[in-house]
């Protein structure tokens, strides 16, 4: 087990440049859409996280051939092998189950484990199924696992009953192989939706409404290959902007879009953060003395991102006044709070709402990270905390973030991967 070592300060900004990686929940749908081919699929920019080589690995057992190059990886399934995504990798990784709606498209045929709760919550894939069984797929839940079969699948009107990012990826990636148009409204709106429509058009897809709420895609007979450039992770690129909100310090962000990230900019500008774009594809982010409490309320993109609640609880932490912080999204998503208290956090939970009185001081503590975004806000905590900070179980934060304790270290953090056998041994 490894764990992360953090010697922490008030008093101590960080400093300097960091190059954002490819986003994470991008890579992810798009090495699934790779199975709607037989042709190879080239994606650059791809973040070398945890997260990558689960879902490769059960690409693997799909029938894949890839290769991964630096930050490149080139992907091929010539032949389908298998159509069974284990209990193991499922539970390893939720997203697993994005290759559902390719392998139904691709194969006619998928058996698929029932990801089941993980930390942050349920974690249900009714949206899934029923937006599948629209479009002609037949499924039997049994033992834990989806049985799906599909002779062909026919396009129609399906409308999702909430947002859902995975169902709308699902959905769309299934689409592009049926017989037809379909129209699928209410979908999601993250950009790592809109940059999987965009690998597909470059596959051979014909989708309009890229990055709205209305997507018509018309099935085509089949795709081809293509090379793709994944964008940038905006969640952290976020937890940078944070990182340098809450030290006080002077951090300039490469390689991010700052058109993906509008709200969590502009909460952070109310904060008191000073955050400029400096040219194309960067941002600079100065934190200021004062630190302004407000209210936040997680909401589908456009909205205020789930993903960045608990990064953003810690700077309210900080904060002179009251926050209250509203999770929407999911239904216990509020895990790192018992941690934060450790470290002298003043925060109350009450159903969806985490109420969070600042400024107070944080000491440095042993931690335990519960799940990927909870991993990343303790270690913004252990900044700023007096002392020592500890995290245990980082292999949370493994899946999403790439190398950070080195990233951090740059920036002038005392910050160390710390492996318990070493420890253990001295
Ligand atoms: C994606 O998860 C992201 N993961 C999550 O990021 C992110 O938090 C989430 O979207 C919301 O933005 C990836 O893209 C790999 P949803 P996903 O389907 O697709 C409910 C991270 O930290 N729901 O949009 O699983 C669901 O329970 C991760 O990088 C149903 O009820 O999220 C949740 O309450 C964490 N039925 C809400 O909808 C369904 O069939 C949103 O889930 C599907 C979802």
Same mark, same amino acid.
């Not at 399934?77 to 092998?81: E, Y």
């Given at each position: 087990m490894e764990k992360i070592r953090i010697i922490g300060s008030p008093e101590k900004p960080l400093r300097g440049k960091v190059t954002i990686s490819g986003a994470k929940n991008a890579v992810l749908p798009a090495i699934a859409a790779?199975?709607?081919?037989r042709e190879k699929v080239h994606l650059t920019?791809?973040?070398?996280v945890k997260d990558v080589f689960t879902i490769l690995t059960l690409m693997s057992e799909l029938g894949a051939e890839y290769e991964i190059n630096g930050n490149s990886l080139t992907i091929v399934?010539? /032949?389908?092998?298998r159509h069974e995504a284990s209990y193991q990798l499922v539970r390893a990784?939720?997203?697993?189950?994005?290759v559902l709606g390719p392998l139904l498209a691709r194969h006619g045929q998928a058996v698929v484990a029932l990801p089941g709760g993980c930390a942050i919550g349920s974690r249900p894939i009714d949206l899934h199924l029923h937006g599948l069984e629209k479009l002609g797929a037949n499924f039997i839940l049994e033992h834990g696992y989806i049985k799906a079969e599909a002779k062909k699948l026919r396009g129609t009107v399906i409308e999702f009953e909430k947002k859902t990012v995975g169902g709308t990826e699902n959905l769309i990636m299934a689409a592009t192989l049926a017989e037809g148009e379909t129209i699928l409204k209410n979908c999601a709106q993250e950009p790592e939706v809109a940059d999987l429509c965009e690998l597909l058009i470059k596959m051979g897809a014909k989708i /309009?409404?890229?990055?709205?709420e209305t997507i018509r895609i018309k099935g085509v007979s089949e795709l081809g290959g293509t090379s793709h450039d994944i964008i940038p992770d905006r969640i952290e690129a976020g937890t940078f902007l944070v990182a340098g909100a809450l030290t006080r310090g002077d951090i300039h962000l490469d390689q991010v879009r700052p058109d993906h990230m509008t709200t969590i900019i502009e909460k952070l500008r109310y904060s008191g953060a000073k955050i400029e774009e400096?040219?194309?594809?960067s941002l600079r982010v100065q934190g200021s003395e004062e630190i302004k409490p407000q209210d936040i309320v997680t909401s589908p993109?456009?909205?205020?991102p789930t993903d960045m609640q608990a990064q953003f609880m810690v700077l309210m932490t900080q904060a002179n006044g009251t926050s209250i912080i509203t999770e929407t999204?999911?239904?216990?998503?509020?895990?790192h709070v018992n941690e934060l208290l450790r470290l002298g956090a003043n925060i109350e939970v009450h159903g969806d709402k985490a109420i969070i009185k600042g400024k107070t001081p944080l000491s440095g503590a042993e931690t335990t990270a519960t799940d990927l975004r909870a991993s990343a806000c303790l270690i913004l905590a252990g900044l700023i905390a007096k002392g020592e900070t500890i995290i245990n179980d980082i292999e949370h934060l493994d899946r999403g973030y790439e190398r950070i304790e080195e990233k951090l270290k740059q920036l002038g953090a005392s910050i160390e991967r710390i492996s318990t056998e070493k420890e253990n041994k001295k």
């Open positions: 790779s199975l709607l081919t920019n791809i973040p070398l399934t010539r /032949d389908v092998i990784m939720r997203a697993s189950i994005l /309009d409404g890229v990055g709205e400096k040219e194309e594809g993109y456009p909205g205020f999204i999911f239904d216990r998503r509020f895990l």
